[in-house]
């Protein structure tokens, strides 16, 4: 049996060239894994979930998510994520930027706002799987031909996706715009700086225990404590993946005074930074 | 656990966009296929041995092929298969086009035509097995979505495949040009017109004697029956793929007498027509 198929020439949907893949994330094999809200504001995060089951909350909406799901978190989304602890989960993600697909505001995957951005990938779960799996063997190496391999691969999930979400009929009521929103994005461009509530009251032009409330009552967190959380998970990702001492990464994120850093470290994760280098570093050799 | 990578712009290998998939084949299922010495002129065919045993001649050089194993076919290389009897081979190809690879000639994927253009995919082989099975999965579709996640997934295997040869150490000696490389494109690409050996040797001002006698020794059949064969194939996919009649495909295919087309299709595979059409055809459905 020979099949052969010609293909016509039709325009491609990507009206100018393939999508940048501009992050690549992986998070397993931890029961206490969580992403604090955070929010992106310039591309387009798709997630794929191969093991365990987890919980994506994305413009204040919680979905309960399972293995073989697919969610697409555009930009401007706030979102944050839960491991179910029974069944940590094991999610794949990458983001994509620098693109546009015809009849498409630029880097935007959904046709609306309110579709719902969670569904299954059925009979494509395994390509997917293989897919990630082949940009995590090439993310380490940046030369160009693995980066334009990664790019082809994150481009052709960009449009498997597009395509499935194109289908996807339920809708979800996104909550209007609150000023709570501008304020964690805001936290979340400027965390490295010197976060204070005097600071944001000046900013939004708002008395500071207004936007304490409504922060807290908004994200469970009050705006300083977030701010911290955003501090200590990116210390805690230098400390796994870089080589820079622990003088350079206070630094980094805004601690000029270096056992102050240890010590909200140790208060807040039960180990000093060292400890948590030592624990998890070698981990780092499980993704290939 | 969680793992995440920053990427930096890096300039595409791809200097022209996502190279366009033009031809999509999938061959199996029958221990005596064959396909007989043709040639691209314009585009890159990136085969997959899925399982199986096959023979591939390009160039003259026979190389031996098994499950796993990765090739290149460059525009312009003769080359024929042949799939092992007792086991037997499933195939996948595809040809793409319009690309052009920084520093490379257009449209080619080799760094020089000597290397050998046969190698094992290794840790790849999962993921291209599942490339091939999510572009047949769209190959029926020709909208724009459907085209453009083909078109990527293609680039994702010309840039794997970029990336292995690259690497590929071993090269073998392409026999010098001869005239009678040129006789078989020609005929390959007039086959449906009316070729004579008389015509032959009008276009290529030479003895139909001499064109004979060398076309059969280089290829092992003679030029006519060379052009009869491409026909029967031809008419073969014809009735496998298309609902065209049998007075249509004849004509597509050169013959003006459906009686002549008949009785030498008849003679040549042992069935008629119509009865290689009812054998063949729901086979079609298998490959989805």
């Keep these: 049996m020979f099949i052969t198929k010609e293909k016509k020439e039709v325009p491609s949907i990507f009206e100018d060239g393939v999508p940048s893949l501009v992050r690549l994330s992986r998070s397993y094999d931890n029961p206490h894994w969580y992403n604090i809200a955070h929010v992106h504001s310039s591309d387009t995060e798709l997630v794929f979930i191969s093991s365990g089951r987890a919980s994506f909350t994305i413009n204040q909406k919680t ?47 959904l046709r609306s706002p309110n579709v719902l951005p969670v569904m299954k990938s059925g009979s494509h779960e395994e390509f997917l799987r293989y897919c990630w799996r082949e940009m995590q063997a090439y993310q380490e190496m940046e030369d160009p031909i693995s980066r334009s391999i990664c790019d082809m691969i994150a481009g052709s999930i960009a449009g498997l996706y597009y395509s499935l979400f194109f289908n996807q009929t339920e809708t979800y009521e996104i909550p209007a715009p609150h000023f709570t929103q501008d304020i964690l994005i805001y936290i979340y461009e400027h965390y490295c700086e010197n976060i204070t509530l005097e600071l944001l009251s000046k900013v939004f032009h708002m008395s500071a225990g207004h936007i304490s409330h409504e922060f807290s009552k908004a994200f469970g967190i009050s705006p300083i404590n977030y701010a911290i959380n955003l501090k200590l998970d990116q210390a805690k990702w230098l400390l796994i993946q870089s080589e820079k001492s622990l003088t350079e990464i206070a630094a980094e994120i805004g601690y000029q005074n270096l056992q102050h850093f240890t010590n909200i470290f140790q208060k807040r994760n039960g180990c000093t930074p060292l400890e948590f280098k030592e624990k998890y570093s070698h981990k780092k050799k499980l993704l290939y």
Tied chains: 1, 2.
Excluded at 68 to 81: A, P, R, W, Y
């Design 63 to 109: 979905f309960l998510v399972e293995k073989g799901d697919i969610l697409i978190v555009e930009k401007g989304f706030i979102h944050s994520t839960i491991s179910d602890a029974k069944e940590p989960s094991d999610i794949f993600s990458c983001s994509v930027a620098n693109y546009k697909i015809r009849g498409m505001e630029r880097n935007y995957l």
